[in-house]
């Protein structure tokens, strides 16, 4: 990064006046600020015109590249014709087009939709739905709900409740709901042969738990496949299958967190068309606007649906909202998102790609330093360790992660380690070329940030 001129410009200004997400200010003493002017398929173009390749899609959110000439161009007609509108008692053609084009790529029997404006937002409706759901059939007394360990839904409280991301959630913990924790089927420092019984492990765990709890557990919620914030931690669509099924035994919700993993991250439209299932609710946003605008919808069963229809008097229907429910624009880039989609094999085309990704870090495969190159789809993980045998992990005082993100700012690649793990993440318009330089400045970065002492 060059610092003469406009990018120190920006900064300066940027740091006089805001506060960033999930940060310690502090850090920007000595860590810079990239100033982004420009975006174009995988590239960011910062103030001096330094460019930088997007190896994160901007928080998991861009899904074709930015400034994509079509959705663009819908977005921007739409804001000619028609911004926004209430959605209460209102509605528009963009809204009723999306809501009917999810309800045919989602898995078989989600055929409602009800739209919010962000992931946590999502989250918090159908933790909102499942409950209510069970009053409105009179089960008082189901108020629990359960969650994996390591998982992560979003961070307003009601969804920092059902997460496990320790260092966000931590200091929150008086304010919280106490969800019942059970443990999560990665496979992480277990051996290939033994997984299938780690995942028979953690589903006796959570029969457990259900039998336990009979008759007070509301939902059980998860993040299909890939437990993305939490550093990328891959299960097998098993579990999936398995807990489909537990859920049905003792009647409880099942509900797909698909926000990170939806709209082919994982190699399928849907992470959950893996195990075959249909959740009781599914949330759904990053993608789904292509990156665009923050827009989000939860997908639920026509039966659930019918539990809040009824007369007003009866008070059984589901009063939440939200400013932007439903928004124009947003819908807009949707369903532009949904024609990318289908104008070009793109899932098909991803199985080509996430092969490059993993030769193209294949001189890891032996390094002394990473103890795992994991992959789903889209996704694809490296996990640095302090000893490579024993997997004995990093401490995060160390912050090796953020030696690596500097290291790719310097190099002209936007990484964002989670703790001590490396991943790609990128927009599926990434070519072989891009994710070569992509790679080689991960490796180097993994190299730099495990040679010795880090202060
Ligand atoms: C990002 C994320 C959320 C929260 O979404 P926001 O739009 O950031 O509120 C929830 N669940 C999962 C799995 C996520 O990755």
């Known amino acids: ?85 209430i959605l209460a008692g209102v509605t528009h053609p963009g809204a009723v087009e999306l809501a009917e084009r999810l309800v045919e790529i989602t898995p078989p029997g989600l055929d409602r939709v009800f739209y919010a404006d962000s992931g946590s937002s999502a989250v918090e409706i159908s933790l909102k739905m499942s409950f209510h759901y069970w009053m409105n059939q009179g089960e ?61 492990l953690c589903l006796e765990e959570m029969d457990h738990v259900m039998r336990s709890h009979q008759g007070q557990i509301c939902a059980v919620i998860v993040e ?42 994982t190699g399928t439209l849907f992470a959950c068309e893996q195990a075959a299932i249909t959740p009781d609710f599914m949330c759904l946003s990053k993608g789904l606007t292509g990156g665009y605008l923050p827009m989000s919808a939860v997908m639920t069963r026509e039966e659930v649906y019918q539990a809040f229809y009824a007369d007003y008097t009866s008070l059984k229907g589901f009063l939440h909202s939200h400013s932007y429910t439903g928004n124009a624009l947003a819908c807009a880039a949707a369903l532009a998102t949904l024609d990318v989609f289908e104008h070009e094999p793109w899932l098909q085309r991803n199985q080509q790609t996430a092969r490059w990704m993993r030769e193209a ?71 072989q070329d891009e994710i070569g330089q992509m790679a080689a400045v991960a490796i180097a970065g993994i190299d730099r940030a495990t040679s010795g002492r880090v202060s």
Not at 166 to 188: I, N, R, S
Not at 249 to 257: M, R
């Open 224 to 265: 299909p496949l890939v437990q993305c914030a939490g550093g990328m931690r891959m299960y097998p669509p098993g579990y999936l299958a398995g807990l489909r099924k537990l859920c049905d035994q003792h009647s409880v919700h099942l509900i797909a967190d698909e926000i990170a993993v939806g709209f082919g991250r």
């Open 140 to 200: 008082s007394e189901r108020k629990r709900f359960v969650t994996l360990r390591n998982s992560y839904h979003g961070e307003t409280l009601g969804t920092l409740s059902v997460g496990d991301a320790g260092l966000f959630k931590k200091v929150y913990e008086p304010l919280l709901l106490e969800p019942l924790m059970v443990d999560a089927p990665d496979g992480f420092g277990v051996p290939e042969a033994a997984r299938e019984e780690r995942v028979r």
């Open 1 to 85: 990064m060059n610092f003469n001129s406009d990018n120190q410009t920006l900064q300066d200004r940027d740091l006089a006046v805001l506060w960033h997400p999930t940060t310690q200010m502090k850090d920007h003493e000595n860590m810079p600020l990239l100033p982004v002017r420009k975006g174009e398929g995988v590239w960011l173009e910062d103030m001096d015109g330094g460019r930088y390749i997007d190896a994160i899609s901007s928080w998991w959110v861009n899904l074709f590249g930015h400034a994509h000439p079509l959705i663009s161009q819908r977005v921007a007609e739409q804001a000619r014709q028609l911004e926004h509108v």
């Open 361 to 431: 870090v294949a001189d890891l495969d032996e390094h002394p330093h990473v103890g795992e190159i994991r992959q789903c789809g889209m996704i694809l993980a490296m996990e640095m360790v302090a000893d490579r045998e024993k997997l004995k992990p990093y401490d995060w005082r160390e912050r090796r992660g953020q030696v690596v993100y500097r290291h790719g700012l310097e190099n002209g690649v936007l990484l964002r380690p989670i703790g001590n793990v490396v991943y790609f993440m990128p927009p599926y318009v990434i070519n």
